[in-house]
């Protein structure tokens, strides 16, 4: 079972926006400000969109925002694209002894 | 330009070892840390451990018994080894780079990916 609980499907049209919510505990999402979002497109590795909450890596578009609020954390898209449809996952810093934890992961569709 | 490569088997037998090797180009295996991550058929991720450029590796507390990570400078490659292999270990396996913001559980930069199925 994954550590990160995240909704399985979500969907959208385009032009709309979506927030994909990934719940943990006090000992990985609430205890660390360090939560990432990575998409992953069919056959294709994961890649960072959103690190440390709230920051985007340089290239990726700020259509893509993250936020946290106690034990869960949220990615919200804005201005759906049809290339946004792929599969999310969560990620949190768990410390020194697990590391990171995972989400289940979510699948977008973009209707 | 980082590209990473994973090469090794695609079939492994049950209880054998299942050796993975990655190699980089485009930067210092030398530097930053290495990762392995695996997804499972349902796609599940799961970190399995990285080796950083003091080649000091960290594994996940849930397979440290059965995995060995290790860096081999001279070819610019990184490994891994997994022992005991059961069917619960069928997934694609990924080599990746942390450091991203220089933190080790922030991957930037990921191989393609390797099938890896266990099976009599």
């Known amino acids: 079972q994954p550590a990160l609980t995240q909704p399985r499907s979500m969907s959208g049209s385009p032009g709309q926006s979506v927030t994909i919510s990934c719940t943990g505990t006090s000992s990985d999402v609430g205890g660390y400000n360090y939560v990432s979002w990575y998409q992953q497109h069919p056959g294709k590795a994961p890649k960072l969109i959103i690190y440390d909450v709230t920051q985007r890596p340089s290239g990726v578009p700020d259509r893509f925002s993250g936020s946290k609020s106690d034990n869960t954390a949220s990615l919200t898209i804005s201005g759906l694209l049809a290339e946004d449809e792929a599969d999310y996952f969560c990620c949190s810093y768990a410390g020194t002894y697990l590391f990171v934890v995972f989400g289940g992961g979510t699948k977008l569709t973009v209707l | 330009q980082v590209q990473l490569q994973e090469s090794g088997p695609g079939l492994v037998k049950p209880w054998e070892t299942l050796s993975l090797t990655c190699t980089a180009s485009g930067d210092s295996i030398g530097s930053s840390y290495w990762s392995w991550i695996r997804q499972f058929p349902g796609k599940r991720l799961e970190w399995i451990g990285y080796?950083?450029?003091?080649?000091?590796?960290i594994y996940n507390p849930s397979l440290n018994s059965r995995v060995t990570i290790s860096i081999d400078t001279s070819k610019n490659q990184f490994s891994l080894n997994l022992s005991s292999m059961t069917d619960a270990d069928t997934a694609v396996y990924f080599c990746?780079?942390?450091?991203?913001?220089?933190?080790?559980?922030?991957?930037?930069?990921w191989g393609q990916g390797a099938l890896v199925t266990v099976s009599p």
């Open positions: 990746a780079r942390g450091g991203y913001s220089h933190r080790p559980d922030l991957w930037d930069y």
């Open positions: 080796i950083d450029y003091s080649r000091r590796p």
